[in-house]
Each structure stands twice: as C-alpha cells, then as structure tokens.
C-alpha cells in the first residue's frame, strides 16, 4: 500500500528566508508527484506536479521541488518567502494505469508561517 | 479556467438529517471527487467518479453515497447525519487519467452537525 508523510505539521519562518517542506513517500510502483497549496478559506491549488523527466520541477510563486527516487522523497523549497506563503501545503502521491485502479493519496499537510 | 462550484460555503444541519451536498464544475471534467478536510488528517478521500454514473469508494466512504447522473455534477450524500461527520468537504475534477492529472478544487463546504 502507498502512503505519505510530511515530516513537518508546522513550519515557521521570517520573512524572505528560505524554506523546504519535506515529503517523503512509500510505493511499490512508480508514482506521480504533486504539490498543492491552500491558502486561508480557500480550496487547494496546485503548486507543481512530477510525472516523469527532469527531477527538479519549477511550479508557481518561486517554488520547486526535487524528485529523488531513491530516498523516496519530494521536498518542496523556496529561497526567499513572504508573508503571503503563508498558507497550508499538501503533498500528493498518486498511483494507477487505469480510472478505477488509481489511488491519490494525501499527506496530513504542512502548515507555513511567515513572520516579519 | 476550470471553475469548481460547490452549492454552499457554510452549513448547519441536525443529527439524523439527510445532507446533500452539491458540486458542479464547468470543463466537462470526466473525473470527479469528494474529499473531507480535518485538522492533522489531511484530505481523505470519500468517493469518485471517472464518468456519469460511476463510482469508486475511496479511503472514507462508510456513512456516505454519491449520486452522478450528469457530467458536469457531483453529489455527495449523508444519508442519516452524525456530528462525526462535521468537517471541511472539498470537491475537485480532472481531466482523464486520474493518477497522473493535477485536480482542480473548490472552495469547500464547511458543514455542522449538531
């Protein structure tokens, strides 16, 4: 069975220091990677996504992420934030070569504080 | 832009009541799905639907049915409500290729049971 963790529930930081969420995952198969972020009263929205090709994914606002197989992992960073990261970021792992095979996966979350 | 309307933003029902809530999105996604949002557990998935008319239990579904007679929507139904079942429900679509198509998402449902 796969599953996912982010290792962090909390994370605080000041204003434009740079920062790294981390998920790692387990899977037997090869997976599909996402980020999403959600911001306060709102629904998620994706961040970035690896599904195959080079490791190191560019998404949107300044974020990436690294893509390493053999750890298992796809942190996500961001060199410098501002106060308007601060939101809560997910981390999905899917699975599945058909619709009624797939499984999605979310991690618990990881909330992002930036403070001045 | 994929727009993912869900019918209420904030809800108050009764224990026992019968709930629906409604999800409609507007980019004749095939997929469809119900999440429940709470705090330390994440999104776990309740059900989808890859087309009108079916539907694949997800991690969650006791409590719970679906109903998606038309493409473009999604109910999601608490059959008798339980104040276990107060949480954040998220929907979402996606185009196919469920496993490897980023999801688009609405607002959310905050919903009560009292």
């Known amino acids: 069975a796969q599953s996912v963790t982010q290792l962090d529930s909390q994370v605080p930081v000041f204003e434009e220091a740079p920062v790294e969420l981390r998920c790692n995952y387990s899977?037997?198969?090869?997976?599909?990677l996402f980020w999403y972020v959600q911001y306060p009263n709102q629904g998620l929205q994706l961040l970035l996504k690896y599904l195959s090709g080079s490791t190191l994914v560019k998404g949107i606002n300044g974020f990436e992420a690294e893509f390493n197989k053999s750890q298992t992992s796809f942190h996500l960073r961001k060199p410098s934030v501002h106060i308007s990261d601060t939101a809560e970021f997910f981390c999905d792992v899917s699975v599945g070569s058909n619709q009624a095979g797939t499984a999605l996966i979310f991690g618990k979350g990881t909330t992002l504080s930036v403070s001045s | 832009d994929v727009k993912v309307t869900q019918s209420s933003r904030y809800l108050v029902k009764r224990t026992g009541e019968k709930v629906f809530l409604e999800c409609v999105q507007d980019?004749?996604?095939?997929?469809m799905f119900w999440y429940r949002q709470d705090p330390g557990l994440g999104l776990r998935l309740i059900y989808f639907?890859?087309?009108?008319?079916?539907?694949e239990k997800g991690d969650i579904p006791e409590g719970y049915s679906v109903s998606r007679e038309k493409k473009e929507r999604f109910s999601l139904i608490l059959e008798s409500a339980s104040t276990n079942q107060t949480s954040m429900y998220l929907c979402?679509?996606?185009?196919?290729?469920?496993?490897?198509?980023?999801?688009?998402f609405g607002d959310g449902t905050r919903l009560s049971i009292l």
């Open positions: 980019m004749d996604h095939e997929n």
């Open positions: 979402a679509s996606s185009p196919p290729g469920a496993a490897y198509q980023p999801q688009h």
């Open positions: 639907s890859y087309d009108v008319k079916m539907k």
């Open positions: 899977s037997s198969v090869s997976v599909y």
